[in-house]
């Protein structure tokens, strides 16, 4: 965008300018330097019902006096303020469009599947593109049928005794520590929502399909997952219940995309792909700490926020409910005690972002990991109210279950 472009549009809004429907999608982020500040100053006088002057800008930005001067010289007509932004969004579509093909290029040259590279490619991003809007009876309609089930159950009755369900739209977490269950606890989610009709897409950063195929066979069937990794079937008792178990889950609307290596653009292509096909109804992501940082300018607290808020939007657009697993942060190592929130690794937007955080432990009895129960807490619920509840951890078994 040219430097003149928007000298000229604050120029005329400081001559007598209206806010109109284009000016007010400008944001200061589309200007440059100085005139992002001066457009801050004027929305501000706008949202107050004031009309911005030259001599209030000076006053609120006395630094900014020679460039005030540079924009009055660039426009004093109020009558071209609606041009001139509508000039500026365009320049500003522009260049998102821009990058939107050069991360497409990217994803091309990767290894992301054709058809997701294309679900992207479908929906431009777009600064004048207008918000999903909901008139308020409408949503007080939807909300009185809905009755509160809108959402995925789990399969624990006494945890979902305390969430109600994983809602729809929603961001939520769950967090451990590794080799605590996060994998068992998401594969039992998986599969209990797939049984129930629900088409469930599994992002596995860390383990193929393969890898995971033993683990949902040995839940399902109650088979010993050691038996079942090393294909030592022999019994004749065994292989009937095998087959069945394998014939079942063939039958359940559950797919896993286990690319190791997945930016959350590219998760998220690949989920909007996923639900225009009827297959994406809920969501996992295993795990938050694996998805590849799409700008490595960023820090990592910069890039979490970034792939939090994307996920967030993600659930909202599809309406479905996404849950993604997080590690804790390495300095709960040593220390005898449930995790908290604040554990979340780079926790700040995690948390904001969530809908429901859940933290999954072992307790600590004697000094030791009580490796046969696992504490499920949900520290943070949106919707309703907190809880904990204790699971039975059955390993062998890939299992979790309510506690006899």
Not at 182 to 205: D, E, F, N
Not at 211 to 216: D, F, G
Not at 267 to 290: K, N, P, S, T
Not at 310 to 318: E, N, R
Request: hydrophobic share 45%; aromatic share 2%; net charge negative.
């Amino acid at each position: 965008m040219e430097t003149s472009t928007a000298h000229a549009l604050i120029g005329s809004a400081l001559a007598g300018a209206e806010e109109t429907a284009a000016t007010a999608l400008i944001s200061p982020a589309m200007l440059p330097p100085g005139c992002d500040a001066l457009w801050s100053l004027i929305r501000e006088a706008w949202d107050a019902g004031r009309q911005p002057t030259p001599e209030a800008l000076r006053s609120a930005a006395p630094a900014w006096a020679a460039l005030i001067l540079d924009c009055l010289h660039a426009s004093v007509n109020p009558a071209e303020a609606d041009y001139l932004a509508c000039r500026i969004l365009e320049a500003h579509d522009r260049e998102r469009l821009r990058n939107h093909l050069l991360r497409m290029g990217q994803l091309l040259d990767g290894d992301t599947p054709t058809e997701e590279v294309a679900a992207l490619c479908a929906e431009p991003p777009s600064a004048t593109q207008e918000p999903r809007t909901v008139r308020v009876g409408d949503a007080l309609q939807a909300w009185w049928e809905d009755d509160g089930g809108r959402g995925v159950g789990t399969p624990w009755y006494s945890y979902n005794e305390i969430v109600g369900s994983l809602r729809s739209g929603g961001l939520h977490i769950v967090g451990a520590r590794p080799a605590v269950g996060k994998t068992l606890y998401a594969l039992m989610l998986a599969r209990g929502a797939a049984a129930g009709g629900v088409p469930v897409r599994y992002v596995s950063l860390e383990m193929t399909a393969r890898e995971l195929a033993p683990r949902l066979i040995a839940q399902a069937g109650r088979l010993p997952l050691d038996a079942i990794a090393g294909r030592q079937l022999a019994d004749e008792h065994v292989r009937p219940i095998l087959a069945d178990t394998v014939r079942a889950l063939r039958s359940l609307p559950l797919t896993i995309a286990d690319e190791a290596s997945q930016s959350v653009e590219a998760i998220a292509a690949g989920a909007r792909a996923a639900h225009h096909r009827g297959e994406c109804g809920f969501l996992i992501v295993d795990h938050m700490q694996l998805i590849e940082a799409s700008d490595s300018r960023r820090s990592l607290r910069e890039t979490v926020t970034a792939q939090s808020r994307a996920l967030k939007g993600l659930a909202m657009h599809l309406d479905i409910p996404v849950v993604v697993l997080s590690q804790l942060s390495r300095a709960l190592e040593g220390e005898e005690r449930p995790p908290r929130m604040s554990d979340l690794r780079e926790s700040g937007s995690l948390e904001q972002d969530a809908d429901t955080v859940t933290l999954l432990s072992m307790p600590i009895v004697g000094g030791e990991a009580d490796r046969r129960r696992l504490l499920v807490e949900l520290a943070k619920n949106r919707a309703g109210k907190t809880g904990t509840t204790t699971l039975a951890r059955v390993p062998e078994m890939a299992l979790l279950e309510e506690l006899a």
